[in-house]
């Protein structure tokens, strides 16, 4: 009589371990196929897309030692020559490169306006309730992180002389950083990560708002912005440049 339970209970043990080995797979594909579904939304909308590092346990899967933003630089030199909006190749990048984060190179088609999580939250709210037209935005936050929130906005354009151009790590320097306390103009020259993303420090980039609305132009935004900054930046850690300037 014994061994007849046995045998139930030794197929139902041999079951549960085929289930358990069967759905971390399912949740791997899931996983992978929403990743991919969100890269290519981001390229569809128009954000010039390129491969960039990932979390390698608490350290970047870049060769650098003592990488300064880890998991948030793209992986070639080339970056702004690569980067694209090409489906075919975006979802060849997702496919075989599974863990790898992605940026989307600004000043091309967009800018973003990046600032403390906190005064983005409540600038975010009072424009949508003020009637502004919000484009996309992305949270890089945790529980026990300071984050930052990301405006996507039109690009400033190409100027017709290109000395006129100010690589992304004077934009708010050294005029402008006291006017506009806490953000970050990204445009020409720099990069941002798009949804979705993960770092070391267990943060991950996620859209609040998806990149299916439209780009607005930046200074329907900035005053709202500044204003939050100006409320918000001295409860804010210091956030390292992204990208680290030479």
């Known amino acids: 009589m014994g061994a007849e339970f046995d045998r139930p209970a030794g197929g139902q043990g041999r079951l549960s ?6 759905r971390p797979q399912a949740a791997v594909a899931a996983a992978a196929s929403a990743r991919e579904t969100q890269l290519l ?43 694209t909006t090409d489906a075919a190749q975006v979802e060849r990048w997702a496919k075989h490169q599974p863990q790898a984060n992605f940026i989307t190179a600004t000043g091309m088609v967009h800018d973003v306006l990046d600032v403390p999580v906190e005064a983005g939250r409540s600038a975010l709210e009072r424009l949508l309730q003020a009637g502004v037209e919000v484009g996309p935005v992305a949270e890089a936050s945790a529980p026990d992180a300071h984050g930052r929130m990301l405006f996507f906005t039109l690009t400033r354009g190409t100027p017709a002389d290109e000395d006129e151009w100010w690589p992304c790590e004077l934009d708010c320097h050294p005029e402008t950083m006291d006017e506009h306390p806490g953000l970050r103009w990204h445009c020409r020259g720099s990069y941002v990560l ?33 204003d939050a900054c100006a409320r918000f930046v001295g409860n804010s850690e210091p956030v390292a440049a992204w990208p680290p300037r030479g």
């Open 194 to 226: 798009v949804p979705p993303a993960q770092l070391p420090d267990g943060q991950r980039v996620s859209w609040v708002r998806g990149p299916e609305h439209p780009l607005p132009e930046p200074l329907t935004l900035l005053e709202t912005l500044t």
């Open 41 to 83: 939304a981001a390229a569809g909308a128009g954000l010039p897309l390129a491969p960039a590092a990932y979390p390698s346990g608490y350290r970047c899967s870049c060769d650098r030692v003592g990488c300064p933003t880890p998991a948030r630089h793209p992986v070639s030199f080339a970056w702004q020559t690569q980067s």
């Open 17 to 22: 371990q085929w289930l358990r080995g069967r």
